[in-house]
Nanobody
Framework: QVQLIESGGGSVQAGGSLRLSCAAS????????MAWFRQSPGKERELVAV????????HYADAVKGRFSISRDSAKSAVYLQMNSLKPEDTAVYYC????????????WGQGTQVTVSS
């Protein structure tokens, strides 16, 4: 069982920055592809960023390219999402998710953390 715990959400003005953290179970972390998703009321869940097990390969949604950065720290079994130049449309609940490398299903999810960007 993989347990994911997000933190770092909060309220910030447009143009500001936040850093989200996701702590994963140490034993399984290096086998997992990690991702951040987000969902706002009335909208479908959206993939924000993905990082492979090595930390070398990443993917970002077009809406956040150049502003967000995903990274992972094997020593801490953690994944991060650095969010810069935040916009009101970034407001959402952000979820940390994990899947076994080589599979397609994200079977493990955190509880979510709220990010609110005011204009």
């Amino acid at each position: 069982q993989v347990q994911l715990i997000e933190s770092g959400g909060g309220s910030v003005q447009a143009g500001g920055s936040l850093r989200l953290s996701c702590a994963a179970s140490r034993r399984t972390f290096n086998l997992l592809t990690m991702a951040w998703f987000r969902q706002s009321p009335g909208k479908e869940r959206e993939l924000v960023a993905v990082v492979a097990t090595s930390g070398r390969n990443t993917h970002y949604a077009d809406a956040v390219k150049g502003r967000f950065s995903i990274s992972r720290d094997s020593a801490k079994s953690a994944v991060y999402l650095q969010m810069n130049s935040l916009k009101p449309e970034d407001t959402a609940v952000y979820y940390c998710a994990a899947r076994l490398s080589g599979t397609s299903d994200y079977n493990h999810w955190g509880q979510g953390t709220q990010v609110t960007v005011s204009s």
